[in-house]
């Protein structure tokens, strides 16, 4: 069996550590974007908080499969969210009455 010495490890641990960060920190929002979106390019949207990531953000997925970062404080975010929300209640609706036809 192979046997590390206390340095090998130790620089193991590092490595895999900094690329945990690196992973983690390329999947945040670090900033918001500028420009308001249609709402025909939202499919959906996901939720950063801050803990990992150093800013509150929405991240709006488009049906291009890009993720837009958008500042939850502004009120075409929150309005957007609820148009998504309520865009999904609509199909669940639907969806259930067909269900029971």
Same mark, same amino acid.
């Given at each position: 069996?192979?046997?590390?010495n206390?340095?090998t490890?130790?620089?193991l ?5 900094s690329?945990?960060t ?11 974007s500028?420009a ?5 390019? &939202?499919?959906g ?5 801050i803990? &990992?990531? %150093? &800013?509150?953000a929405?991240?709006?997925?488009? +049906?291009?499969? +890009?993720?837009?970062?958008a500042?939850?404080a502004?009120?075409?975010?929150m309005?957007m969210i609820?148009?998504? +929300? ?8 639907? %969806?259930?009455?067909?269900?029971e036809?």
């Open positions: 069996m192979a046997q590390f206390l340095s490890v130790c620089l641990l590092v490595l895999a550590v690329l945990f690196l992973k983690a920190e390329s999947a945040c929002c670090t900033k918001y500028k308001e979106f249609p709402k025909n390019l &939202i499919k949207f996901s939720v950063q908080n803990g &990992i990531c %150093n &800013i509150n929405v991240l709006f997925h488009t +049906r291009g499969g +890009r993720k837009v970062c500042d939850p502004q009120p075409w975010v309005d609820q148009e998504l +929300r309520t865009a999904v209640v609509k199909m669940s609706s639907t %969806n259930s009455q067909t269900q036809q």
